[in-house]
């Protein structure tokens, strides 16, 4: 039979003392350990391709940079477009999917992803590098009340130093304030042609007004000059003080009636008329009701609604190529790794000095040392080996 030893409350307990200079034994291993982790930590932040980050920022535009859509509104008569109507516009088209599509194939990304990839699964590997593309771009809009002031922020990463500024500077932004000013261009457009067609309405409408008049004064002489043929009376048959009507009008005479007839009929060719234009009637006058509308008409038809100078938010901050990549962080990796390496010696320490005292309670078991004697830290590892 095996001896037996009457159990004791230390084999429960930890010995913080010993235990330390069984670690302090095995620091070869910790040191070896968290060497190895270490040197591990730098080659994985060094072979880490590095992440540049560019960011600009957006504001409201000013009332100069919106002075070339005011003036034409004001010629219009129509109210302004405010700042916020501006951006607004701006940050719609800043965010929409259509737009985002647009700079991932002109800048480029999308050739890149086609070159990378054959026919079979091009479209799914466009699709995956496109989300990509969205997750690498921020576009966050700032709060007034809780920023105090109202802008728009847009950060791209890029493993390219320089493309991650190209790509905000020379793709996106241009894109958004292309879209928005086509935009609000068309809305200009829009509301001139409305305006003009207004006016011809107008325009044809006193001029029809005109002619009806010239033709319906027209009849009214030839029957009365009819009536005053058929009566005999060549000269005025009233007293001059005698108000003539349209029923008394054949008094005045076949005479009078003849001239007065003879003047509306040329009455109609005396007048350019807008609305029936005739050859060689250019230097004719128009009619006086019709001037100031066609004065106006004209000044809208020279407006320039292309906006090609507006400028219908204020980068403030444009995109810089960065100085130092966001990612990776070199030193926290290297930091990392001495802290995990370290751990992992302790860790390896311990279930070495657990495995040496197993084998010691089983020496002890069967009587190969007194339950009185400690092992060395040599005596240890050389149980260890065995």
């Known amino acids: 039979m095996y001896p037996q030893y009457p159990h004791s409350m230390q084999d429960d307990e930890i010995d ?36 540049w980050q560019s960011e600009a920022r957006i504001y409201k535009a000013t009332s100069t940079e919106l002075a070339p859509l005011h003036s034409i509104q004001q010629q219009m008569g129509i109210a302004p477009t405010t700042s916020d109507e501006s951006f ?15 700079v991932f194939e002109a800048s480029g990304l999308a050739m890149q992803a086609l070159e990378a990839s054959d ?25 007034a009340k809780k920023d105090g002031d109202e802008y728009t922020n847009v950060s791209y990463e890029s493993n390219d130093q320089a493309f991650s500024a190209s790509l905000i500077n020379d793709y996106l932004l241009p894109a958004a304030q292309q879209r ?32 009806q008049t ?37 008094q005045l005479g076949t005479n009078i009636l003849s001239k007065k007839l003879e003047q509306q009929r040329t009455l109609l060719d005396q007048y350019r008329l807008i609305s029936t234009p005739k050859a060689g009637d250019t230097d004719k006058p128009l009619l006086s009701e019709v001037i100031p509308l066609y004065l106006k008409l004209q000044n809208l038809k020279a407006l320039d609604t292309r906006l090609e100078n507006l400028k219908p938010v204020n980068i403030d901050e444009p995109a810089m190529v960065p100085a130092t ?6 030193t926290l990796i290297v930091a990392l790794g001495i802290v995990l390496g370290g751990m992992l010696g302790v ?27 400690t092992l060395t830290p040599e005596q240890e590892m050389e149980a260890l080996r065995k």
């Open 16 to 51: 913080l003392f010993e235990l330390a200079s069984k670690l302090w034994a095995r620091k070869l291993t910790i040191a070896g350990l968290t060497a190895a982790v270490a040197i591990a930590a730098v080659i994985i932040a060094l072979i880490i391709p590095p992440t």
């Open 88 to 102: 607004s516009v701006f940050n719609r088209y800043l965010n929409s999917p259509s737009t985002l599509r647009s």
């Open 325 to 330: 990549p966001i990612k990776p962080k070199k």
């Open 347 to 373: 860790f390896v320490a311990l279930i070495q000095i657990a495995i040496a005292n197993r084998k010691e309670k089983q020496r002890i078991n069967v009587g190969a040392i007194t339950p009185t004697q």
């Open 214 to 250: 010239v033709n319906l004064d027209i009849m009214k002489s030839e029957q009365a000059l009819a009536l005053a043929q058929r009566g005999g009376i060549s000269t005025l048959s009233t007293d001059r003080f005698t108000r003539i009507t349209d029923e008394t009008l054949f």
């Open 119 to 143: 026919s079979a699964n091009a479209d799914a590997l466009l699709a995956a590098n496109f989300k990509d593309f969205s997750k690498d771009l921020a576009i966050k809009r700032s709060d």
């Open 180 to 211: 928005t000013v086509t935009e609000l261009s068309g809305s200009l457009s829009s509301a001139l042609a409305q305006q003009i067609s207004q006016i011809n309405r107008n325009i044809e409408t006193i001029e029809s007004k005109f002619v």
